[in-house]
């Protein structure tokens, strides 16, 4: 309205007066503060800047750094850290959200609440308390009539809002609107009424093609899309059904008929429906246009079924296909998710009738509700599973995992340490000696246990390790052969044999492998058994401890780079399979090595004795064979060992003489 009033009290009723002249059409508006509000929104970017932020900049800037506290403070936590990125983007909505409807109660405030328009040939005459004044149709840029107001956009960032409960009919609304037709500049852009209520359909499945329709042009971005959408709960839940349907076809094909259906698939499958209406419906609120809540969750919730079957169809490429890919593979993979949540915004704001101003909302809404959400959620299981048949092997495996349960191995493990320990004799003063501890980590896969024992023979038989060597080893097969691989068990080897070493010219190599963490967590882990973490700092502490002057770590795992750091100096050579921001290769159940011990051990250290150009040699071998086979360089890392690397020289010129 041009002249600003307000008057809180709206509490007459207006009706459509009785025409002044031969072409005169009046109209008694009385609004209320929400619907002045709506007014304000869908003028967008019409809006006359006015200096007032509806939140001053000092508390927007600590409403923000409370939310950054409380979602930092809890991503902390070692179960929840997506869940305080969610609470961060969270918090950045309601107070970008906040600030703008306080802006737009200001401005509304300031907006007359009751008026009175007449049409006239020359303009729009408006009355109100403030006076009159006279609108010429030249000024009216757009005229949008919706479901339940009819909006006239002005020139001059102005606009005037009629609510259809001011009209006396439906006819009077329709002579009204006419009028401001006839009357207006062919340049002013007029928009008819939507219907507010679909007609009854006499069937579900041609609206349920033609939602689909809408689905697949929303993924092509196209602006027609939402003309094809018939929102309605039945179509709603009809396009829910068809991913699972689509999953449990995809299922079925890979585990043939012989099988069961998994009732616990369902809980996964049907995480995201909830999270969708839930932002349909704050995209609605945003956009000041609550009935379009439902066609907004059928629109996007369409547009998600192809998306659905096309990451079906990516699990049936085959494994030479993904191979092929390298590296790329990755991006193959997540590209269905991610373009479909680029898609969703665009969808979101076309099915609810955004304003441009309004449109970062659905973007952080995209982000919150949609986005985040799914990581949170477990991996689905299959919806339909094989039975499986027993093989011949089977009492073997059982055997296997039933193993580490028995109460025997238990009681055991104290004296297969005892014994270990024991057969570590001591070194032989003035002479420089090589002590081998070998530790195989994640008890799962053999691949681990055949590399421990090979390491311990190799450097038997070329180093003399022979009676200065032990081995930790968590493996189902080997639970009264060796101590099991755990934090206790390593800190009392590393003490052991401490004792034995003549610290000053003596050193240990000690050698892990397993599995490993981007924490830095290095895996050692054997059913049913709970060991606690080794870390690089838990693992220096117990080498320091133990009172280990000299020593040579070599850890192969993924993201080994980070033990680097924690313990390479002067005296401790550090190397790594892996930098710290990368995956090794190679730790297959079947397999005898991984890469880099196939390369180092293996390969290498049966040419020369010498570590330093075993390691050379080794990284070159893996970059060679990750080439060809089409993976992510590991790069493996070395540092520290200053004062270690002339005792081992003079400890292998001795064993190869």
Not at 40 to 63: C, D, F, I, Y
Not at 355 to 367: K, N, S, T, Y
Not at 533 to 551: E, F, M, S, V
């Amino acid at each position: 309205m041009t002249d600003p009033d307000y008057d809180q009290d709206n509490t007459t009723h207006s009706h459509l007066a009785s025409p002044t002249g031969p072409a005169e059409l009046v109209v008694e508006v009385d609004t209320s503060l929400e619907e002045r509000v709506a007014l304000l929104r869908a003028s967008g970017a019409r809006l006359k800047p006015t200096g007032e932020s509806g939140l001053r900049p000092q508390n927007l800037l600590v409403m923000l750094l409370c939310w950054a506290v409380i979602g930092g403070g809890i991503s902390q936590l070692k179960t929840w850290p997506m869940l305080g990125m969610v609470i961060i983007l969270a918090g950045v909505l309601v107070t970008v959200l906040l600030a703008s409807r306080q802006r737009f109660l200001l401005l509304a405030r300031k907006t007359a609440a009751q008026y009175r328009i007449a049409v006239q040939p020359d303009g729009l005459f408006l009355t109100s308390d403030n006076g009159d004044s006279r609108i010429p149709w030249s000024a009216v840029e757009s005229i949008e009539s919706r479901v339940q107001v009819t909006l006239i956009f002005l020139r001059n960032y102005h606009g005037l809002s009629i609510p259809h409960r001011c009209f006396a009919s439906e006819a009077a609304r329709e002579e009204f609107v006419a009028a401001l037709g006839q009357h207006a500049t062919t340049a002013t852009h007029v928009t008819a009424a939507p219907v507010a209520v679909e007609p009854t359909q006499t069937s579900f499945f041609r609206p349920l093609v033609d939602n689909l329709l809408a689905g697949l042009l929303l993924l092509c971005l196209r602006r027609s899309a939402t003309r094809h959408l018939h929102a309605s709960v039945p179509q709603l839940v009809g396009l829910v059904t068809i991913p699972i349907l689509a999953g449990l076809a995809s299922d079925l094909l890979r585990a043939g008929l012989d099988g069961s259906f998994n009732g616990y698939a369902l809980t996964g499958s049907l995480y995201g429906p909830p999270w969708l209406l839930l932002a349909a419906w704050l995209a609605a609120r945003i956009a000041d246009n609550p009935s379009t809540a439902l066609r907004a969750a059928v629109g996007v919730q369409a547009m998600w079924c192809w998306m659905a079957v096309l990451a079906q169809g990516l699990g049936f490429l085959p494994e030479t296909a993904w191979q092929t890919l390298g590296s790329a593979a990755m991006l193959v993979w997540w590209f269905p998710f991610a373009y479909g949540m680029f898609a969703t915004v665009p969808a979101l704001v076309r099915s609810t009738d955004m304003p441009p101003e309004q449109r970062v909302g659905a973007i952080l809404i995209v982000m919150c509700l949609l986005a985040l959400p799914m990581f949170l959620v477990p991996r689905n299981q299959p919806m339909w599973v094989a039975n499986e048949h027993e093989p011949e092997s089977t009492a073997e495996q059982r055997e296997r995992w039933e193993a580490p349960t028995r109460e025997a191995i238990l009681y055991s493990q104290p004296r297969l340490l005892a014994e270990a320990m024991a057969q570590v004799k001591p070194g032989q003063p003035g002479k420089p000696e090589l002590f081998l501890l070998s530790l195989g980590g994640h008890g799962s896969q053999d691949v681990f246990m055949r590399e421990v024992k090979s390491v311990n023979q190799l450097f038997a038989e070329r180093f003399g390790t022979a009676g200065h060597s032990a081995v930790l080893l968590n493996n189902p097969t080997t639970l009264n052969e060796y101590p099991l691989a755990s934090v206790t068990a390593l800190d009392e080897a590393l003490h052991g044999i401490g004792e034995r070493m003549n610290r000053d010219e003596d050193v240990l190599l000690l050698f892990m492998t397993s599995h490993g963490g981007d924490d830095f967590r290095f895996d050692i882990s054997m059913w049913p058994f709970k060991f606690d973490d080794l870390t690089p700092q838990r693992l220096k502490t117990a080498l320091d401890k133990a009172g280990i002057r000299h020593r040579v770590v070599i850890v192969s795992s993924c993201y080994s780079g980070g033990f680097v750091p924690p313990l390479a100096d002067a005296n401790t050579w550090v190397m790594t399979a892996a930098r710290a921001d990368r995956n090794s290769h190679g730790c297959s159940h079947e397999a005898d090595w991984t890469f880099f011990g196939r390369a180092f051990f293996d390969e290498a250290l049966r040419k020369t004795r010498s570590l330093e150009e075993a390691f050379d040699m080794a990284k070159q071998a893996i970059a060679e064979r990750e080439k060809a086979e089409g993976l992510t360089p590991s790069e493996p890392q070395v540092g520290g060992g200053e004062t270690v690397k002339p005792l081992l020289r003079r400890i292998t010129q001795a064993s190869g003489s």
